[in-house]
């Protein structure tokens, strides 16, 4: 495990990402191996997320299979990823949001955590997002800030709600129901 020191903006411990392949059965298998759900529900959840074109926990989500907090602890565990919380996002200071040029944060939805720098050229900064497999979204978010990008797993709605807060949402920022 690699712990983040010397930085600005929240402790957080970040393992790094492992690629996988079709990971929707992976993670509906780590869902019935913990008891959350049955094999039927990850079929009506895969269902879901085939007709209407979502990722698998958003399915899960809005069929009312599990809560937010149960997506968001096993896709961490699944995707071997720290998660933040709302509570986390509200200590975020503004001066941290400015690494990230504002309509890239409002545009990507998401929230930067940490700026650590060491004696490589670039810094590595920590970013909340509730997309952490979209490399494009990765590499736009290294290219604005010249920093190489952690990944930090976060719920779409408390993204939102923090961006929001610091007068960065749109009009597509308003939650809804939770989402990651």
């Not at 492992?18 to 008891?35: P, Q």
């Not at 959350?36 to 074109?53: E, I, K, P």
């Not at 490399?135 to 939102?160: F, I, R, S, W």
Request: with cysteine; net charge negative; proline share 5%.
């Amino acid at each position: 495990m690699e712990r983040p020191r010397g930085g600005v903006g929240l402790g957080v411990d970040v393992v790094e990402r492992k690629r996988c392949g079709v990971w929707e059965m992976r993670l509906g298998e780590l869902w019935v191996a913990s008891g959350l759900l049955s094999s039927a529900q990850v079929d009506q959840a895969l269902a879901y997320h085939r007709r209407h074109g979502c990722r698998l926990g958003e399915a899960a989500l809005a069929l009312g299979l599990l809560t937010p907090e149960q997506t968001l602890t096993t896709l961490s565990q699944h995707l071997q990823l720290p998660f933040v919380r709302r509570e986390g996002l509200e200590r975020v200071p503004r001066a941290l949001l400015r690494c990230v040029p504002e309509g890239v944060l409002s545009r990507l939805r998401v929230c930067p955590l940490r700026i650590q720098w060491g004696e490589e050229a670039r810094g590595l900064v920590y970013v909340a997002t509730s997309e952490p497999d979209n490399l494009g979204l990765l590499e736009e978010l290294e290219a604005a800030t010249g920093c190489t990008v952690k990944p930090v797993l976060a719920l779409a709605d408390d993204l939102a709600w923090v961006l929001a807060q610091h007068g960065l949402g749109d009009e597509r920022s308003a939650p809804a129901s939770a989402t990651l």
